[in-house]
């Protein structure tokens, strides 16, 4: 969709939660909610302690800000500046969220005491570098000027930014809020850049094989491979993909090898991209023919230095395809 604010493409995704039964004739009494377009440098503070907590100009829903957010520990984010609700009272969070696929972040607001939870919700990240716009309701029960709005992402090593927070009351005529339906994480496949090596691959070299290129004699998927000519050591390594910790992923190489007088080698490099998942040397598998390697591994750090090596053992040729890594 396209954002009618600010003409920007962006996802909207309305998630509401079974929150307190509705009340019966709500204060109508507006909210006041400062800061929510992020151009001021105020209001906005750290839920626990991220690396990185401040406006920023690097990304922007509308106008020039947002809040950037940084974590390197679980559960940490950004909370609003107080606010006043009263008893009862139908209240509508929309806010604006950029980050990567898959990122998943807990959303709560609290009552006017500043400690009673009112509303908590899930959210994850749909599409990479996008604005993703998130609404929520809830039912106000508890009166007071500290009531807040907090975005806390559930992993560490996740960067996001939130823009455009808006907190109202719920028009009479609407009803009253409406249960909450969290949305799913979206499937996470092909998170290395080019591994169908078709259009403009940007894999680099290991060692300096004699042959290095896309090439068309073979393709396992499309029009292209990936071609190797080289001895022990000489391959290709991919370009720099995220990992989360305690997350399982598949990673699947098509190969294909003239003769079988020769193997090959996959290192798999954690979300650090220096912790050693797999260095695993392989024969197996007919000659003249694609050949898929599947290796399951669980990330024990996140970040987004994750990164494959595919060389060769030995001297020969052979064409790669269609490297995936997907979660399981």
Known sequence: MICPECGKPGVRALINIAATPAPVDPVTLPITFLNGTMEDDAYWSAVGTPSTEEQSSEQAHAGTYSWKVVTDGANEGVKSGTFTVY???????????????????????????????????????QEDNTWEEVIFEYANT?????????????????????????????PAEEGNATPYVPNDPPPVTEQIPYGDMEGTPIWTDVGSPTTSEQSSEQAHGGTYSWKTVGSSGQG?????????????????????????AYQYRVTWYDGDGSTLLT??????????????????????VTGDAAYVEITLNGSGTIYWDDVTITEV
């Open 87 to 125: 008893d009862p009272q139908n209240v509508r969070v929309s806010l604006w969220l950029y980050g990567n696929k898959a990122d998943e972040f807990l959303l709560r607001a609290y009552g006017g005491d500043g400690t009673t939870l009112m509303f908590e919700g899930t959210y994850f990240i």
């Open 279 to 300: 260095n695993l040397g392989y024969f197996g598998g007919a000659a003249d023919t694609w050949v898929e390697r599947v290796i399951q591994k669980t990330s024990t």
């Open 142 to 170: 508890v009166a007071g000027s500290n009531a807040r709005i907090e975005v806390i992402a559930v992993d560490s090593g996740t960067t996001f930014y939130v823009d455009d927070v808006n907190v109202s009351l719920i």
């Open 236 to 260: 290709i390594r991919s370009e720099v993909f995220r990992m989360v910790a305690g997350k399982t992923y598949d990673l699947s190489v098509w190969l294909y090898r003239p003769t079988t």
